[in-house]
């Protein structure tokens, strides 16, 4: 079955680390999302991409990096530089066009 | 900027009632859509419903249905029958522009408890 596919579930980083969360997805979607999900919170863009080897910064991007060497796999990592990382991490993705998004289960990072 | 607003932080509803979910929203943008998604506690995010900006009738979707009046730019989601299930957290999201812009803006959501 095509869908997105996001890990780990659960991330725990100590302070300073950098950590690297996937998403991957097999639904041949041109564009993938990273969003931020803060407790009781709306969910707030971090990165998009509408094409391999492209990305733009969403409305939090700072302390976040990704990359989007292929069509499938769209991976955000986290750096030292985000002083408050511990939240919950959707990733999504969408054929070009006016449609609806598709998103995975998400990954909870927490900081040790 | 656009901007989406549900002004209810929790709502309840008895079981097999109907209840409605305020949804406004702010654009310049004369092209865009609207979306609905459930978020349970497992965290997944479920699409319910969509209504584009030029479409004349309301969308439905078994139970769901979206009253969308776009002069007063509101786009509230109706419940009918609520079940159980229904319990969860639920987001109003606008498409920002048209094309393949495609960021989505999402309001701050609203619990909703279905009592038995």
């Known amino acids: 079955d095509g869908g997105i596919t996001q890990s780990p579930k659960y991330l725990f980083r100590k302070e300073g680390q950098n950590v690297t969360l996937s998403c991957e997805q097999n639904?041949?979607?041109?564009?993938m999302y990273w969003y931020r999900q803060d407790p009781g919170q709306g969910l707030r863009l971090i990165y998009y991409?509408?094409?391999?080897?492209?990305?733009q910064k969403g409305d939090i991007a700072e302390g976040y990096s990704v990359s989007r060497e292929k069509k499938e796999s769209f991976p955000l990592t986290v750096t030292s530089a985000q002083k408050n990382p511990t939240a919950f991490y959707l990733c999504?993705?969408?054929?070009?066009?006016?449609?609806?998004?598709?998103f995975g289960s998400g990954t909870r990072l927490t900081v040790v | 900027a656009q901007k989406i607003t549900q002004t209810q932080p929790g709502m309840f509803v008895q079981e097999k009632e109907a209840v409605t979910l305020d949804c406004t929203y702010d654009t310049s943008d004369q092209s865009y859509g609207l979306f609905w998604y459930k978020q349970p506690s497992s965290g997944e995010m479920i699409f319910l419903i969509y209504?584009?900006?030029?479409?004349?009738q309301n969308a439905t979707e078994g139970r769901y249905s979206l009253n969308f009046q776009k002069a007063r730019k509101s786009a509230n989601l109706v419940i009918s029958a609520s079940q159980l299930g229904d319990s969860a957290m639920y987001f109003c999201?606008?498409?920002?522009?048209?094309?393949?812009?495609?960021?989505?803006?999402f309001g701050q959501g609203t619990t909703l408890q279905v009592k038995p």
């Open positions: 209504q584009g900006s030029y479409d004349e």
């Open positions: 639904l041949n979607h041109d564009a």
């Open positions: 999201a606008m498409r920002e522009g048209g094309g393949n812009t495609g960021k989505l803006i």
């Open positions: 999504a993705s969408t054929p070009s066009g006016f449609y609806g998004y598709t």
């Open positions: 991409s509408q094409i391999v080897n492209d990305f």
